[in-house]
């Protein structure tokens, strides 16, 4: 199997598919035309091909000094455990020490936490953990004070 490796954008129906796999849009309702948008705003992409099909993908948003954030790495589930993740992952890092990035962060799933540690990522300490706010759930919450 030959997997070729490209950093341009991929054609966004294709993405939309590769997305659709992860379970992620039923949450997100992202149209194809919002992912679009949102690999266009990323630095730096990683794009897996196996004999032109989009089988794998992984992305960096970063401000170019201090931080990176690793998003949207995904494997096809027909293409998973043969090392394309990994390979992607190690692309994506490749990147940002390349840039001399001071640190390189991702939301990881729970069972995927073991997979990450393989590649150098730790936890964040307990008393310091990553937050996030999202827009919908302070919509709700706003909706229901109010
Ligand atoms: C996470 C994800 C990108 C990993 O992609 P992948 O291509 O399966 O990753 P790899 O093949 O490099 O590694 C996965 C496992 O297969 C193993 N593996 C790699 N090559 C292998 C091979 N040839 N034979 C058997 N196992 C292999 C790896 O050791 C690894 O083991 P681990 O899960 O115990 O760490 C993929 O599972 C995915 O897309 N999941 C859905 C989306 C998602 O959850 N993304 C991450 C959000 S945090």
């Not at 640190?103 to 997979?115: C, G, P, S, T």
Request: glycine share 6%; charged share 20%.
């Amino acid at each position: 199997m030959s997997i070729t490796y490209s950093h341009q954008l991929p054609p966004i129906s294709a993405y939309f598919d590769l997305f659709s796999t992860t379970g992620w849009n039923r949450d997100y309702q992202s149209t194809a035309r919002d992912l679009e948008t949102a690999l266009q705003h990323s630095q730096f992409l990683v794009c897996a091909y196996q004999e032109g099909r989009l089988i794998g993908f992984g992305r960096i948003v970063d401000d170019g000094v201090l931080h990176a954030m690793v998003y949207d790495l995904i494997a096809h589930p027909d293409f998973q455990k043969r090392g394309i993740g990994s390979n992607i992952l190690e692309k994506l890092l490749a990147y940002c020490l390349q840039k001399n990035i001071r640190d390189i962060q991702l939301f990881a799933a729970a069972d995927r936490m073991e997979f990450y540690k393989k590649h150098g990522f730790q936890p964040r300490p307990d008393n310091a953990p990553g937050m996030e706010l999202i827009k919908n759930q302070i919509m709700r919450r706003i909706n229901v004070q109010s």
